[in-house]
């Protein structure tokens, strides 16, 4: 009973992960076409002729990071969907998406904390606490999810 319950709840959560992964890309879609009109929450259009170089591989960097950080959650959501309805509680398949996704959020992060390169002259480098422990306690789950998926893998293969 509480088994089929805590599936219930995965799935769910599964759910309501992929539609805040929608919400996330569009509010990125907005964030990064503020850059270009200026309506958005800082209200100032990004100047790209001033140290231009540095703008664009930052602007690269932040998509990129933020499209493999999305992609990655959207991935191992519907790897949980695949895996509960084929009985496997545990994807082997999310081990290596686990661990990508901590460093892809690091990146994504470090991006967000810098932001401010994009509107001043001198660049400074910048960064929150939350850059460091978020991706910490991704990497960590990385870590059980692994172990949590050989053991399931052992048990299965035990007679």
Request: charged residues 15%.
């Amino acid at each position: 009973m509480t088994t089929q319950r805590t599936v219930k709840n995965i799935r769910i959560c599964c759910y309501v992960a992929l539609f805040l992964c929608v919400i996330w890309a569009v509010f990125y879609v907005f964030v990064f076409s503020s850059f270009f009109t200026g309506k958005g929450g800082v209200n100032q259009v990004v100047d790209w002729s001033k140290q231009p170089l540095l703008k664009i591989s930052f602007f690269v960097v932040d998509i990129l990071s933020l499209g493999l950080t999305i992609g990655l959650c959207v991935k191992a959501a519907l790897n949980f969907l695949k895996g509960i309805r084929e009985n496997m509680v545990f994807p082997k398949s999310n081990v290596k998406l686990f661990f990508w996704l901590a460093l892809t959020f690091f990146i994504h992060r470090l991006c967000w904390s810098n932001h401010p390169v994009y509107y001043t002259e001198e660049f400074t480098f910048g960064y929150a606490h939350t850059d460091v422990v978020i991706p910490f306690c991704i990497l960590f789950f990385a870590f059980m999810y692994k172990l949590a998926a050989d053991a399931v893998e052992e048990n299965s293969l035990t007679i």
